[in-house]
């Protein structure tokens, strides 16, 4: 399964940006992380096959994930934006068979939030 992310940009504090992320194939979960510079990424938000979704605390009520499996398409509908959600947001697909669980990352797409 490959991924292709977009929609990363510049926004101004208390703007929006909406990211996609395209899968290649059929997957279950889909997430979305982020990366400071110099750190490990962290989680973000993760939404299942069954639409169930979640949220690290500090997005929630700003940040909405939401996919089209029609689409095998994830995207992280991003509101008041604020400096601090300045990073590098990745895709990960989760793909679980017979054989066991399988993780795909997508590249990552550069989001900017000035001040």
């Known amino acids: 399964v490959q991924l292709q992310a977009s929609g990363g940009g510049l926004a101004q504090a208390g703007g929006s940006l909406r990211l996609s992320c395209v899968a290649s194939?059929?997957?279950?979960?889909m997430l979305w992380y982020r990366q400071y510079p110099g750190k490990q990424r962290e989680w973000v938000a993760v939404?299942?096959?069954?639409?169930?979704?979640n949220y690290v605390d500090s997005v929630k009520g700003r940040f909405t994930i939401s996919r089209d499996s029609a689409k095998n398409t994830v995207y992280l509908q991003m509101n008041s934006l604020e400096p601090e959600d300045t990073a590098v947001y990745y895709c990960?697909?989760?793909?679980?068979?017979?054989?066991?669980?399988?993780?795909?990352w997508g590249q990552g797409t550069q989001v900017t939030v000035s001040s």
């Open positions: 939404i299942n096959s069954g639409g169930v979704t």
């Open positions: 194939g059929s997957v279950n979960a």
């Open positions: 990960k697909a989760v793909r679980v068979t017979a054989r066991g669980s399988s993780d795909y």
